[in-house]
């Protein structure tokens, strides 16, 4: 089993929209959880930080539900500018380790 | 904004010779990571490396890699003998533990290695 799995996409939505994104752990032991975004052949760059208690930064809403080991990323009004692949990471099996999901791709379309 | 720069930014080597990617953290962070990541495929962890030691590695990380950290700001990956599967771009990544114990990476542009 993986360790971080996301659903791949693509997932195209129009400029305005609500879109989710959710990604399942393995490892219950995992302590840290991120969302980074990565552009064409460039690096990851983070996103925000998920904690247990939800967090919200602008448009980007992160929730981590422990019990069922998965992290979701809620973007609303979606912006052209957010077209890009969307990294879910999780503390690796050590802890000091972090593990990336194998990202989701979203493009936004006017 | 500090960042983590890295060179070179393109590397073209032959099979079977010795590469070194240079990397230079963020100059307060203590976690330094080499990730690598494969045309079209996720973002593999490589090694950690803490208080001058290597603190954890994959099993990508065999005995043709190894890491340096050979002055105060300098964090380099070593391949000894390159191979086609190689072929990839490398990301350094440096760190500081937050008070809650979670760590942010902060990633270099990376470097893109192609193996001939």
């Known amino acids: 089993r993986k360790e971080v799995e996301q659903d791949p996409g693509p997932f195209n939505v129009p400029e305005g929209a609500t879109v989710a994104f959710n990604c399942t752990y393995s490892?219950?032991?995992?302590?840290?959880f991120f969302w980074y975004r990565q552009d064409c052949r460039k690096e990851p760059k983070l996103l925000m930080s998920v904690y247990s208690s939800g967090n919200e930064d602008g448009r980007f809403t992160a929730q981590l539900n422990r019990a069922s080991q998965y992290i979701s990323l809620l973007i609303r009004d979606s912006k052209l500018s957010d077209s890009a692949t969307y990294l879910c990471?999780?503390?690796?099996?050590?802890?000091?380790?972090?593990?990336f999901g194998a990202g989701t791709i979203l493009r936004v379309k006017s | 904004e500090p960042e983590v720069t890295q060179t070179p930014s393109h590397q073209v080597t032959q099979m079977g010779q010795e590469v070194i990617l240079r990397c230079v953290p963020i100059s307060n962070h203590l976690y330094f990571y080499w990730y690598r990541q494969i045309l079209g495929q996720k973002v593999e962890f490589l090694v950690s490396f803490y208080n001058n030691e290597i603190s954890e590695k994959s099993e990508i990380f065999d005995d043709q890699f190894s890491v340096e950290r050979p002055d105060g700001s300098n964090f380099t990956l070593k391949i000894r003998s390159t191979k086609l599967e190689d072929s990839a771009m490398y990301f350094c990544?440096?760190?500081?533990?937050?008070?809650?114990?979670?760590?942010?990476?902060?990633f270099g542009s990376g470097t893109q290695l192609s193996v001939l």
């Open positions: 990544a440096s760190s500081e533990v937050d008070s809650d114990r979670s760590e942010k990476l902060f």
């Open positions: 990471v999780g503390g690796g099996e050590y802890g000091n380790k972090l593990v």
């Open positions: 490892n219950s032991a995992s302590q840290s």
